[in-house]
């Protein structure tokens, strides 16, 4: 018998890189270590001054290729935020915080929990 993958939404807020005072409204989004960038609705994104920087191919779970364009934005949910690439999702496509934005967070995901755990960064020191 498998046992079904936990899947949990979060809340997260975004705001401009460069005018932190340009708050988008919490969205409700699946968080989904399946994908690598945090897709959030392009009108909020637009809404907040998030400017497009390039478009990006991407492969859906249907194995369907679409381009779509990226930007960055501060991301937070439950407590932790980080800067990150985020992808400007189009009307049908799903809400996502992808691993990327996860490991900004400096987080573990806690499926049986719906939680994040927060975990300690490794840090490379030069060799003399």
């Given at each position: 018998?498998?046992?079904?993958?936990?899947?949990?939404?979060?809340?997260?807020?975004?705001?401009?890189?460069?005018?932190?005072?340009?708050?988008?409204?919490?969205?409700?989004?699946?968080?989904?270590?399946?994908?690598?960038?945090?897709?959030?609705?392009?009108?909020?994104?637009?809404?907040?001054?998030?400017?497009?920087?390039?478009?990006?191919?991407?492969?859906?779970?249907?194995?369907?290729?679409?381009?779509?364009?990226?930007?960055?934005?501060?991301?937070?949910?439950?407590?932790?935020?980080?800067?990150?690439?985020?992808?400007?999702?189009?009307?049908?496509?799903?809400?996502?915080?992808?691993?990327?934005?996860?490991?900004?967070?400096?987080?573990?995901?806690?499926?049986?929990?719906?939680?994040f755990v927060a975990t300690t960064t490794i840090v490379a020191v030069a060799g003399r």
């Amino acid at each position: 018998m498998f046992a079904a993958m936990s899947m949990f939404k979060v809340n997260v807020v975004a705001r401009n890189t460069k005018d932190e005072s340009l708050i988008a409204p919490p969205v409700e989004v699946l968080v989904d270590t399946g994908s690598e960038l945090t897709w959030l609705p392009k009108d909020l994104l637009s809404a907040i001054k998030v400017a497009p920087v390039r478009k990006r191919s991407f492969s859906t779970a249907t194995k369907q290729l679409v381009m779509r364009e990226t930007g960055y934005a501060i991301v937070s949910a439950e407590g932790f935020e980080t800067v990150d690439e985020v992808v400007f999702a189009e009307p049908g496509d799903m809400t996502l915080l992808g691993v990327r934005t996860l490991e900004g967070f400096g987080v573990m995901v806690d499926n049986i929990a719906h939680r994040f755990v927060a975990t300690t960064t490794i840090v490379a020191v030069a060799g003399r």
